[in-house]
């Protein structure tokens, strides 16, 4: 107890520290893209996701999916859109596995990159290696992930492994991840990057060892190959235009019954502003909805946790 210990070296501060994180998702969701652009933000200092502050330093990408071609065609997109160079960032698009050599080759550059900020691994299936023979599915897993472990720990360096997700659904989202629950159970923090519906792109899912859990919505910009982390709650922009609407009116305006919240979006003609609460028939007829449509829409929300309603049927958001 009379030790003193440093913080923990963050390369994205509440995303990503020190250890070994995972981020999975589906194919073609633009993981890569995510990767690359953390790479190049930490390797110039600049912000991540268009707001996060960073520490500049070098960087390890080893796009293992690309070629060279691909790779740098990807850098000349994000250059012409606004990106900047990055002499930090070391790319490769070839190494071999942990078990044939590629141990060494990440011990090679953490030698000669000693204040080295972040390592990517795109995909950690294609240099993770073989398993011993006779070790079970579980124990490979652990074993294979415990490879990067060991060097993230010994450098104190962020490493982030990119891997894939199951076909399969899953009420729990840490059981998208592709694999056993050895390789959950050896990272330190998880990452699964979810297309959302409604507003947002994308939600990346985060928990962890120093990470507090939470969910962030992300917007994507095809042209910049840019991932940008939206304001406000992931449920403000995966929920439909409009409960969106509602939740962003509430929380800027307090307290509000159904009749109100119509009539504030302007979901109602002007004229009936000034007749009192609207009965669903008429909010129905100014939205081409089906009758009872804002009122039932804030009963779900309110089963759904989404909103609070007091005994006189008044609506808010929750703090």
Same mark, same amino acid.
Not at 159 to 187: C, M, Y
Not at 198 to 209: E, I, M
């Given at each position: 107890?009379?030790?003193?210990?440093?913080?923990?070296?963050?390369?994205?501060?509440?995303?990503?520290?020190?250890?070994?994180?995972?981020?999975?998702?589906?194919?073609?969701?633009?993981?890569?893209?995510?990767?690359?652009?953390?790479?190049?933000?930490?390797?110039?200092?600049?912000?991540?996701?268009?707001? +996060?502050?960073?520490?500049?330093?070098?960087?390890?990408?080893?796009?293992?999916?690309?070629?060279?071609?691909?790779?740098?065609?990807?850098?000349?997109?994000?250059?012409?859109?606004?990106?900047?160079?990055?002499?930090?960032?070391?790319?490769?698009?070839?190494?071999?596995?942990?078990?044939?050599?590629?141990?060494?080759?990440?011990?090679?550059?953490?030698?000669?990159?000693?204040?080295?900020?972040?390592? +990517? $691994?795109?995909?950690?299936?294609?240099?993770?290696?073989?398993?011993?023979?006779?070790?079970?599915?579980?124990?490979?897993?652990?074993?294979?992930?415990?490879?990067?472990?060991?060097?993230?720990?010994?450098?104190?360096?962020?490493?982030?492994?990119?891997?894939?997700?199951?076909?399969?659904?899953?009420? #729990?989202?840490?059981?998208?991840?592709?694999?056993?629950?050895?390789?959950?159970?050896?990272?330190?923090?998880?990452?699964?990057?979810?297309?959302?519906?409604?507003?947002?792109?994308?939600?990346?899912?985060?928990?962890?060892?120093?990470?507090?859990?939470? #969910?962030?919505?992300?917007?994507?910009?095809?042209?910049?190959?840019?991932?940008?982390?939206?304001?406000?709650?992931?449920? #403000?922009?995966?929920?439909?235009?409009?409960?969106?609407? +509602?939740?962003?009116?509430?929380?800027?305006?307090?307290?509000?019954?159904?009749?109100? +919240?119509?009539?504030?979006?302007?979901?109602?003609?002007?004229?009936?502003? #000034?007749?009192?609460?609207?009965?669903?028939?008429? $909010?129905?007829?100014?939205?081409?909805?089906?009758?009872?449509?804002?009122?039932?829409?804030?009963?779900?929300?309110?089963?759904?946790?989404?909103?609070?309603?007091?005994?006189?049927?008044?609506?808010?958001?929750?703090?």
């Amino acid at each position: 107890m009379r030790e003193e210990f440093p913080p923990p070296k963050w390369a994205v501060p509440g995303l990503l520290a020190e250890g070994l994180n995972l981020l999975a998702g589906a194919p073609k969701l633009g993981k890569s893209w995510l990767s690359l652009g953390f790479g190049a933000d930490i390797a110039n200092g600049d912000p991540v996701l268009g707001s +996060i502050s960073v520490e500049r330093g070098p960087v390890l990408y080893c796009a293992l999916e690309d070629t060279g071609r691909r790779l740098q065609r990807r850098r000349r997109q994000m250059l012409a859109t606004g990106g900047r160079a990055a002499p930090l960032l070391t790319l490769e698009t070839a190494c071999p596995t942990m078990t044939a050599g590629g141990e060494q080759v990440l011990v090679d550059w953490l030698e000669e990159n000693p204040h080295a900020r972040l390592v +990517i $691994i795109d995909t950690y299936e294609k240099m993770r290696g073989t398993d011993s023979p006779g070790q079970s599915a579980y124990a490979g897993d652990y074993a294979a992930a415990g490879r990067f472990k060991r060097l993230a720990d010994h450098y104190s360096v962020p490493f982030l492994l990119i891997h894939h997700v199951r076909k399969q659904g899953a009420e #729990d989202w840490q059981n998208l991840v592709s694999g056993t629950a050895g390789l959950t159970g050896a990272v330190d923090a998880t990452l699964v990057l979810e297309r959302g519906r409604g507003q947002a792109d994308g939600v990346l899912h985060v928990t962890g060892r120093d990470v507090e859990e939470a #969910d962030y919505a992300m917007s994507f910009d095809a042209q910049a190959g840019a991932w940008t982390k939206l304001d406000g709650p992931a449920s #403000d922009h995966t929920v439909s235009n409009t409960r969106a609407d +509602i939740l962003r009116l509430l929380r800027d305006h307090g307290p509000l019954k159904p009749a109100r +919240i119509a009539e504030a979006l302007q979901l109602v003609p002007n004229t009936l502003r #000034d007749h009192g609460p609207l009965k669903p028939a008429r $909010i129905a007829e100014a939205l081409q909805l089906v009758p009872n449509t804002v009122r039932q829409t804030c009963k779900r929300m309110q089963e759904a946790g989404q909103l609070q309603v007091d005994r006189e049927g008044t609506y808010s958001a929750p703090e």
